[in-house]
């Protein structure tokens, strides 16, 4: 069960050009949505998140929408950059027992931006 | 500041041995996660360590078993190997529950071949 879906593999974008990056969720217990980046040969590093109480959370280049009603959320990259050639992944966290933050993950989207 | 560290960081074993995996965590990082990423796939959740003791697990078997020590660090054993162990096995560690948000920092993997 694919509780986190992100249905595009790969993302081709012009440099300066916006990237959106999509994501898919089916469980309404989540509550903290997260996206990180993951180069070739190096773990994943966080990017930015987003609370379930929010609809919208920036942070310089990259903005999150989360859309409760439609369980989507997006990442949006503006402007692009050739550096920001990668792979990201959504994620998503609920509470499990004990309070303890159990997260999710999506299987990744590549995104090469091109000079 | 030394961030997540994992050894080794490839590693290839033959089906029914066993193999055991380290992490030392961020400093200042008392919560340790391990996830396994199949080649094409998003990291999966195997279990996350606390105080010493194991607060979540994911779906794998027992086969799968960890531990972690007074000073942080944490061990990922895996018994029996299979061919499909095959995989990145990545350590994440964070402070506290999760944090904020549920964000980790990643270790850069070990590499598991299962022949």
């Known amino acids: 069960d694919q509780q986190v879906k992100q249905n595009s593999p790969s993302l081709s974008v012009q440099e300066g050009r916006i990237s959106i990056l999509n994501c898919d969720y089916t469980?309404?217990?989540?509550?903290?949505f997260l996206w990180y980046k993951k180069y070739p040969a190096e773990g994943p590093t966080f990017l930015i998140s987003?609370?379930?109480?929010?609809d919208k959370n920036e942070d310089g280049r990259f903005t999150v929408f989360l859309n409760k009603s439609a369980k989507h959320l997006s990442l949006h990259i503006v402007p692009s950059q050739p550096g920001d050639s990668a792979v990201y992944f959504c994620?998503?966290?609920?509470?499990?027992?004990?309070?303890?933050?159990?997260?999710?993950f999506g299987t990744g989207t590549k995104l090469q931006v091109i000079p | 500041d030394a961030g997540v560290t994992q050894s080794p960081t490839h590693l290839i074993k033959t089906r029914g041995q066993q193999v055991t995996l380290r992490c030392s965590p961020k400093?200042?990082?008392?919560?340790v996660s391990w996830y396994q990423q199949a080649l094409g796939q998003g990291p999966q959740f195997i279990f996350q360590y606390y105080e010493e003791e194991e607060r979540q697990r994911g779906n794998f078997p027992d086969r799968f078993s960890g531990h972690q020590f007074p000073n942080y660090s944490s061990e990922l054993n895996v018994n029996a190997l299979l061919l499909g162990d095959s995989a990145l096995y990545l350590c994440a560690s964070s402070s506290g529950l999760f944090g904020a948000g549920g964000e980790q920092f990643f270790g850069p993997g070990t590499r598991l071949t299962v022949l």
């Open positions: 469980n309404s217990m989540f509550d903290y």
């Open positions: 400093s200042g990082h008392d919560t």
């Open positions: 987003i609370s379930s109480i929010k």
């Open positions: 994620a998503a966290s609920a509470s499990g027992s004990g309070g303890y933050q159990k997260v999710t």
